[in-house]
């Protein structure tokens, strides 16, 4: 099985699949060997990256919201880690620490209580083909889940907003490689302590029968930082990964935009030949 992130990793910068890549790609999955996004985004946002590569059906799965959920491409969920409506009123306090905007993401939409929607959510919303729905807390039901939650604005808007967190906030969404999936620079995003693409990626293999040294990952940024942990995965770092990813990687490829992917795929399936 092959678990890729996307952005920084099977993308280029312009949020292509390479030529070469697509082929190394292609010839893995008529090889047999299962291709399955790791990703932050939802299914929406994945569906059409995997409809170029000629992937789709009822037997393949993606892992999204950075192991939030796994999916099946029909989009059956397998497995879900959701939060829950007292961590949604938690986000929403911490929400006024900061001048940033705060959306809910379930499956198949984003929920903010925001009026004024920032550039980068708008964009986020176009970009995964989630239509954002505008809610005042009132009208939230209190049996409402979601599967993670992102802090977003102008990058010195976070910045400061994270300075402004207290540290019950990271002591309790920062405790593992899950939680606080994501530290950007414009964005914070917060999962279920128990999600983690490392931990969907080994759920979903054991469910399909493949052993963890089987499993080929690739990843570039720290919500990847779970799948390197796993020593029984081949762990591939990208040329443009952070340092962390690279110290615990079995190869450093290419960079995202210098067909990275298709550089290490070529080298692992001829010494499966």
């Known amino acids: 099985m092959i678990a890729t992130d996307l952005d920084g990793t099977l993308l280029t910068s312009d949020h292509r699949i390479s030529p070469k890549t697509k082929k190394a790609l292609q010839r893995a999955d008529k090889m047999g060997i299962k291709v399955v996004p790791a990703s932050g985004r939802p299914l929406p946002g994945v569906l059409p990256y995997l409809k170029e590569l000629n992937i789709s059906g009822h037997d393949n799965y993606a892992i999204l919201f950075n192991g939030g959920v796994v999916q099946r491409l029909t989009g059956e969920k397998l497995i879900s880690n959701d939060l829950s409506y007292a961590d949604l009123k938690e986000f929403l306090h911490y929400q006024k620490l900061g001048k940033v905007n705060l959306h809910f993401m379930t499956e198949n939409h984003y929920y903010t209580m925001d009026r004024n929607l920032s550039i980068i959510m708008a964009a986020a919303s176009a970009l995964n083909n989630m239509k954002i729905r505008v809610r005042d807390l009132e009208q939230v039901p209190e049996d409402f889940h979601f599967i993670k939650a992102e802090f977003s604005g102008p990058a010195n808007e976070i910045k400061a907003f994270k300075q402004n967190l207290p540290e019950v906030f990271f002591d309790k969404w920062n405790a593992s490689s899950s ?86 795929l070529n080298k692992i399936l001829a010494s499966q030949v």
Do not use: P
Request: a negative charge; aromatic letters at 6%; charged letters at 20%.
């Open 179 to 264: 939680g606080i999936s994501s530290l950007g620079t414009d964005t914070i995003e917060v999962n279920n302590l128990v999600a983690s693409k490392g931990l969907a990626i080994h759920q979903l293999a054991h469910r399909l029968g493949i052993h963890e040294n089987e499993v080929v990952v690739f990843g570039d940024q720290g919500n990847d930082l779970s799948m390197f942990e796993n020593n029984n995965f081949y762990k591939v770092a990208m040329g443009n990964a952070i340092s962390a990813l690279k110290e615990r990687a079995d190869f450093v490829t290419k960079d995202h935009d210098d067909d990275g992917i298709a550089y290490a």
